[in-house]
């Protein structure tokens, strides 16, 4: 049987007002859970940031949802509303750690199919070397990190340090787009998400080759970029183009753009069979990773469906995206049976 792990999820614990307001005391992001519990808001302070149902705070129901799509094991991390960045460093800190700590008490539910990713106050490098440390003992499986803090990109001394320090203590890392750019133009139709969004991870990504921080962050470092790279992947003919013919495209960066496709990898939340197949063929059958946004709804509602049924993929190929290259990427059990007691069928696996 074919393992499935879906290594991009998140949750947001049943976080009370008062809680949120020891991280800030006016737009902490707490939850409203509804009378009927089965639904609720994400909130920031007064304000209702995202309707939400009970997959994010409730391990349970997560477990019913992944027997019933035949998935195996799910990593989840924070929603990014909850990073905390714009705070000062201790307060973020304090915040990250009960999160964290709250993370595995979710896990504790079935602790050989959910795994958890921490958080850590990336605004202040020590701090959040220490706390993705302490969260990596403490039994997560890496870290999640925003692709930028305020004006600072991945190419930022202080996040080169950061990545460092993750390479030298074996803690993989998953970067997820966050606060999207924007001028007030992307006003309507969820624009942010469907233009920004990509467009941010992309920059992150961009930010570490052309600075040349890949050149200075170890090999060793395992590093994957949310929703298949965002525009990355069908957008890097044109970074290599500029490579080769722009200077100052060159001035930082000694090798064409395109070959640092083996330093990172990317999830699989791309939604379309062609997409999918340009991912592969961009950035290799080792590199890509069942992911699903779970539970929200711009995530992939049947999940894997686009692996396990796509024409154009051998079945090797689906193993190892469907769940191997998660399994290596973040050194997850090879079996998880005796926890598993519903798995639906895993459904079509044709070549």
């Given at each position: 049987m074919t393992l499935r792990v879906d290594m991009h999820s998140h949750f947001f614990p049943a976080v009370s007002r008062t809680e949120a307001e020891r991280l800030d005391d006016r737009h902490g992001?707490?939850?409203?859970?509804?009378?009927?519990?089965?639904?609720?808001?994400?909130?920031?302070?007064?304000?209702?940031?995202?309707?939400?149902t009970r997959a994010l705070w409730d391990p349970q129901r997560r477990l019913e949802d992944m027997d019933g799509q035949g998935i195996d094991i799910q990593l989840m991390c924070a929603t990014p509303v909850m990073f905390g960045y714009g705070r000062e460093g201790r307060v973020a800190l304090d915040w990250a750690r009960r999160m964290n700590d709250k993370a595995l008490e979710l896990c504790a539910?079935?602790?050989?199919?959910?795994?958890?990713?921490?958080?850590?106050?990336?605004?202040?490098?020590?701090?959040?070397?220490?706390?993705a440390s302490r969260?990596?003992?403490?039994?997560?499986?890496?870290?999640q990190i925003g692709n930028?803090?305020?004006?600072?990109?991945?190419?930022?001394e202080a996040f080169i340090t950061f990545l460092t320090h993750c390479a030298g203590e074996g803690i993989p890392v998953l970067v997820h787009p966050w606060d999207m750019m924007s001028d007030g133009r992307m006003k309507k139709w969820m624009l942010p998400w469907l233009?920004?969004?990509?467009?941010?991870?992309?920059?992150?990504i961009l930010s570490l080759i052309l600075s040349g921080a890949f050149e200075r962050i170890p090999a060793s470092l395992k590093i994957c970029f949310a929703h298949g790279g965002?525009?990355?992947?069908?957008?890097?003919?044109?970074?290599?183009?500029?490579?080769?013919?722009?200077d100052i495209v060159r001035e930082d960066c000694p090798r064409l753009p395109s070959s640092y496709v083996n330093r990172f990898s990317v999830d699989s939340a791309v939604f379309d069979p062609a997409a999918l197949r340009l991912l592969i063929d961009v950035m290799g059958e080792d590199r890509v990773?069942?992911?699903?946004?779970?539970?929200?709804?711009?995530?992939?509602?049947?999940?894997?469906?686009?692996i396990g049924e796509h024409a154009g993929l051998s079945l090797g190929e689906k193993r190892k995206l469907l769940g191997e290259n998660a399994r290596r990427?973040?050194?997850?059990?090879?079996?998880?049976?005796?926890?598993?007691?519903?798995?639906?069928?895993?459904?079509?696996?044709?070549a």
């Open positions: 992001p707490w939850l409203s859970i509804d009378a009927d519990g089965e639904t609720g808001f994400i909130m920031t302070g007064d304000r209702t940031f995202r309707p939400v539910a079935a602790p050989r199919r959910l795994f958890a990713l921490a958080q850590v106050p990336l605004q202040d490098v020590d701090l959040a070397c220490a706390e969260a990596f003992a403490a039994g997560h499986r890496g870290v930028h803090v305020g004006p600072r990109d991945l190419d930022d233009v920004a969004m990509p467009a941010e991870t992309q920059l992150g965002g525009s990355f992947p069908y957008l890097l003919g044109r970074v290599d183009n500029a490579w080769r013919h722009r990773m069942l992911g699903s946004d779970y539970p929200f709804p711009l995530g992939e509602q049947r999940i894997g469906r686009l990427f973040f050194g997850l059990p090879t079996a998880v049976g005796l926890e598993q007691s519903s798995r639906a069928p895993a459904g079509r696996m044709s």
